[in-house]
């Protein structure tokens, strides 16, 4: 099931669009995932409870009239795909038809999501067709050193989860690939809404938008942190 929230109450997206998918869609090569190591930041919280009823389809709609709510947001509006959950196709496998139908749904819109759906051939090929046409999917490394794998392998931007305790905003990494800490993270003042970094794949000079990283953060920070010190 396919649920979206008009205007989120989520302090650190702001008030934008935001949807969640059910975890059907989550990877199961996810480190993050709890058959895993886990480690989720959606897995607990009131965000859990919310996701939890969306895989059950006690909440949510299917993927068709989900769309026509993404038709529905406002032209040139920033939107988040997916605060919990992964790209439509279950397990490891992107549904690229699917992500078509999004990607042209959200046309004329600013949506931009993440997948930690492995790089497949496949998976590649969907990733940056949407890219290309208007909808921004973010890779999701598992480190920093992860990142730079993912660099090399898609021109998709690409994010990275870096330990808890993480201090630097800004720097390269050991590829010499450009990162910046998530704003939000840095300062209560800063939201997806009046940030939109995410969103943007490329800089105001036409190079690749830095990488962006995500200090582990939610109930299981410990082990997502183990996760991203590897």
């Not at 890219?131 to 890779?139: I, L, Q």
Request: charged residues 20%; hydrophobic residues 35%; proline residues 5%.
């Amino acid at each position: 099931m396919f649920h979206i929230t008009a205007i989120s109450n989520n302090k650190k997206t702001g008030p934008i669009a935001v949807s969640t998918s059910g975890a059907q869609t989550c990877p199961t090569s996810c480190p993050f995932n709890n058959a895993n190591e886990g480690g989720c930041y959606a897995e607990s919280g009131p965000l859990a409870m919310h996701w939890r009823k969306v895989t059950s389809g006690e909440r949510g709609t299917a993927f068709d009239v989900f769309l026509q709510s993404v038709r529905k947001i406002q032209r040139n509006a920033l939107w988040r795909h997916n605060q919990a959950g992964d790209l439509a196709g279950m397990g490891d496998k992107i549904d690229a038809d699917a992500l078509e139908r999004l990607t042209a749904a959200n046309r004329g819109r600013k949506g931009f999501t993440y997948t930690h759906k492995p790089l497949t051939p496949s998976n590649v090929d969907a990733i940056e067709h949407a890219n290309a046409n208007g909808f921004t999917v973010n890779v999701s490394a598992n480190s920093l050193a992860h990142a730079d794998e993912y660099c090399a392998a898609t021109s998709a931007p690409v994010v990275a989860v870096v330990p808890e305790d993480w201090n630097k905003r800004a720097g390269k990494t050991a590829a010499g690939n450009r990162f910046v800490q998530c704003p939000a993270t840095v300062s209560d003042d800063v939201t997806c809404a009046s940030c939109g970094l995410c969103q943007k794949q490329r800089t105001a000079s036409g190079a690749r938008r830095p990488i962006v990283l995500f200090p582990a953060h939610g109930a299981s920070k410990r082990k997502a942190s183990a996760i991203a010190s590897a």
